[in-house]
């Protein structure tokens, strides 16, 4: 068509187009999928970039990607930006637990908690500010939890009160609620919509 648009999404390897591994990229990540939906909907050619880092974390993403490359998203076709992140501050907070011995420390995930609140909260704000004024739609992905029944183990590490192992799952699902929580009530401040990838 004559008209064309555009959907800016910033992120990690989801956005990426991960497949299973660096080498393997899928073609129809999610904002390619939402690009052809749009273009059927507003009758409209559509263009996808993906501004992605994969492995990265939220700091990474925000830092490198949503402030540094703010360029795709003021574009004058820019209709819709989108972003995920937290899941690789998630997953290295996973992989350090899961390594531990004697007492377990839950700093590592609390950290990633609070650093996906932080950086989840800067990004809409940057957005908000800085993306195209024609833009119709800002979108948050939220997190799916990948292994959550191979977490359905004991850790190696003994908890400081009970003295006992704790289960993975039942130590890590909380804290990806939290990052999913308030991911959404940002979106829901902030004007953005909030994607469902958890139930996945």
């Known amino acids: 068509t004559t008209t064309k648009y555009r959907v800016v999404a910033y992120g990690d390897s989801i ?17 390619t999928v939402e690009a052809e939906y749009l273009s059927a909907a507003w009758n409209a050619d ?28 003021q574009d004058s076709k820019t209709r819709v930006v989108t972003f995920e992140m937290c899941g690789n501050d998630g997953l290295q907070a ?20 609070s650093n996906c609140k932080t950086y989840v909260a800067s990004a809409m704000d940057y957005i908000n500010a800085n993306a195209y004024a024609g833009v119709k739609v800002k979108i948050i992905s939220n997190l799916h939890y990948p292994g959550y029944t191979a977490d359905n183990v004991q850790s190696s590490c003994k908890d400081a009160t009970t003295g ?29 919509q909030c994607t469902d990838s958890f139930a996945g």
């Open 46 to 73: 559509v263009e996808s970039v993906r501004r992605t880092k994969s492995g990265a974390v939220a700091s990474d993403i925000y830092n490198n990607k949503i402030v540094a490359e703010k360029s795709y998203m």
């Open 15 to 31: 956005y990426a187009g991960y497949n299973g591994s660096t080498t393997n990229a899928a073609k129809y990540a999610a904002p």
């Open 94 to 113: 996973r992989t350090a637990f899961k390594k531990q011995t004697g007492t377990c420390n839950y700093a590592g995930m609390n950290a990633a908690v």
């Open 164 to 192: 006992a192992t704790v289960n993975l799952q039942a130590a890590f699902l909380p804290k990806l609620a939290a990052m999913n929580y308030w991911m959404c009530e940002y979106a829901r401040q902030k004007g953005f």
